[in-house]
């Protein structure tokens, strides 16, 4: 009777599967489609949920959708619904596969490990195709920030340079160039990730940045290193490096991003068994209507109001509806624990800049909740860069071993002598990304990255901005390594099981 239940509800997933797929599968520029105003998109984990407050969307006119630049590519093509507004390494895989590497995302200029090397070539794109990784190219040394003179207080050498392009002549830092590897980021919730930090900046001391068209204070958690403070500047600077555009987008085009994006909603809706996430308004942070009626800027990292919500009513199985089976029942007790334990499990932070640099001391005894401090979206309230320490040696994610290549470029930064130094490494530190320095040129700020929502994680792996966490059980591994935290078997599944809802 049971078996008999199970198959059926396996049909049933699979048909709902088969469905959604269908209509949201890959999105491919210039689309015929119309991207509807709520829908759901299936991943390994359940499904995510969209809702679009602008109503339906005809793509083939929508700047967003369009292919813009030279390329063939759209922001679309790198923001996929499927992969939660960003891109995961299967879909990647998959659409390589299907088009023998012809799709625009393959595209050379930041699509493979070298703009030189040809796009038919699978190995040059091992950096897209096992992390997920985009070429990101900033001036070096940096002049200046949003107007502001820059003296950059460090000095950059190239210790290795697996792709070629840092040392390139044309292309590296003989060029005045630099070029890191980094995941894209989510684009749906904006209004939470753009929402102004308070006036004060609390990680540097100093107000906080204005944006200098409107004069509004600015929030600054977007992008890894918070190089752009609004979206229209975010928008343009997609448009000339990722679409490779030469003429300039709109006024009108940047509108319509901006309002799309902003109009947005997304989070998990269901479970992999194909039942809601959300029923009878319980659990209140979970599912895309939450995201969409949630309050922007509010701090959760307490017990009265805690990050997303609570879980009380996944607590006791014996309260939940009957038409679950016992393996869901344990899981949302399982994910209930999670959350209880994200938002309360106390570990000992250390040595981390931004969070430990900032008045709370070093070491500090606190939780995940710290630095993810954001309600319904676990970024930080303040501006969020933070140095967890996944680009700089020895907490890096990469190898120990010296004599084991990393994937990824690994610089070396020297301090200046007039300069203060990085507060835990000192004058010379290694690193795989210098992440917020490449703007300000601060020592202090070598490897801090700005956190990525947590919404959608469940279709986007691989994480960290590095892609070198493949599963959010690696995500949770590396924090069990680098706080020493000793977190049980358990414990771990159930911050996975937590994270995977969101
Ligand atoms: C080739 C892939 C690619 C394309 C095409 C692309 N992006 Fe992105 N996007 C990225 C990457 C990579 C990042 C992260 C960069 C970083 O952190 O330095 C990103 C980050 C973002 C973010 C920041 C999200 C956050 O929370 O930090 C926004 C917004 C965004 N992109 C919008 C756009 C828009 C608008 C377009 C089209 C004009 C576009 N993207 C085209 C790869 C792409
Ligand atoms: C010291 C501050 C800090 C603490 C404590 C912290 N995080 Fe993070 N977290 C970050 C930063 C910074 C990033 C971005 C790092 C990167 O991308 O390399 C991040 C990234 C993540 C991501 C990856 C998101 C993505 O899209 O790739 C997840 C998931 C995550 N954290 C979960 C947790 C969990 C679970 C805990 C508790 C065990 C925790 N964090 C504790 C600062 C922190």
Request: charged share 20%.
């Amino acid at each position: 009777m049971k078996l008999h239940y199970l198959y059926i509800c396996f049909v049933f997933v699979l048909l709902a599967t088969s469905f959604t797929m269908q209509q949201m599968g890959w999105i491919v520029p210039g689309s015929d489609d119309v991207w509807p105003q709520s829908f759901e998109a299936v991943n390994a984990h359940g499904k995510l949920g969209f809702i679009h407050t602008g109503g339906d969307i005809d793509m083939k006119n929508h700047a967003f959708f369009m292919p813009l630049g030279t390329n063939g590519r759209a922001c679309v093509s790198c923001h996929q619904p499927g992969d939660g507004m960003g891109l995961s390494v299967e879909s990647l895989r998959r659409r390589w596969e299907e088009t023998d590497g012809r799709d625009p995302v393959f595209a050379t200029y930041d699509g493979a490990n070298h703009p030189k090397l040809p796009q038919e070539d699978k190995a040059a794109h091992s950096l897209l195709l096992n992390r997920g990784l985009f070429r990101i190219e900033l001036p070096w040394p940096v002049k200046s920030d949003h107007g502001v003179a820059v003296h950059p207080e460090f000095d950059i050498e190239v210790v290795s340079d697996p792709t070629g392009v840092n040392l390139d002549p044309e292309l590296g830092l003989k060029a005045g160039k630099i070029s890191v590897f980094r995941r894209p980021r989510p684009v749906a919730n904006m209004t939470y990730v753009m929402s102004p930090d308070p006036v004060f900046n609390i990680k540097t001391g100093t107000l906080a940045v204005k944006d200098e068209e409107t004069g509004r204070v600015v929030g600054m958690n977007m992008m890894a290193d918070s190089r752009h403070y609004t979206q229209k500047q975010q928008a343009i600077d997609a448009y000339f490096t990722h679409l490779q555009g030469v003429n300039q987008l709109t006024e009108k085009q940047i509108q319509e991003i901006k309002s799309f994006e902003n109009q947005l909603f997304m989070a998990q809706s269901h479970d992999m068994w194909g039942s809601a996430l959300v029923e009878n308004g319980e659990p209140a942070g979970l599912g895309p209507l939450a995201m969409k009626d949630g309050k922007v800027h509010i701090l959760g990292n307490n017990n009265r109001d805690p990050i997303f919500h609570w879980f009380e009513s996944w607590k006791d199985e014996t309260k939940m509806t009957s038409t679950l089976t016992a393996e869901q029942k344990a899981f949302r007790a399982s994910v209930a624990r999670g959350n209880d334990l994200f938002m309360f499990r106390e570990f000992w932070i250390r040595d981390a800049t931004h969070i430990n640099t900032i008045g709370l001391g070093n070491p500090v005894r606190r939780s995940c909740s710290t630095c993810h401090n954001g309600q319904m979206t676990g970024q930080d309230l303040a501006p969020g860069w933070v140095d967890l320490g996944t680009t700089n040696y020895p907490t890096w994610t990469e190898n120990h071993v010296a004599t084991q290549k990393s994937e990824l470029p690994v610089f070396k930064c020297t301090c200046k002598k007039e300069a203060p130094p990085h507060p835990f490494l000192g004058r010379v530190i290694y690193t795989t990304d210098p992440g917020r320095a490449l703007i300000t040129g601060k020592c202090i700020d070598i490897g801090s990255i700005v956190m990525q929502q947590f919404r959608g994680l469940a279709a986007r792996a691989p994480y960290f901005v590095n892609g070198s966490a493949k599963t959010l059980g690696e995500v949770v591994d590396y924090y069990d390594r680098r706080f020493d935290i000793k977190l049980s078997e358990q414990e771990k599944t159930d911050l996975v099981n937590f994270l995977s809802v969101l």
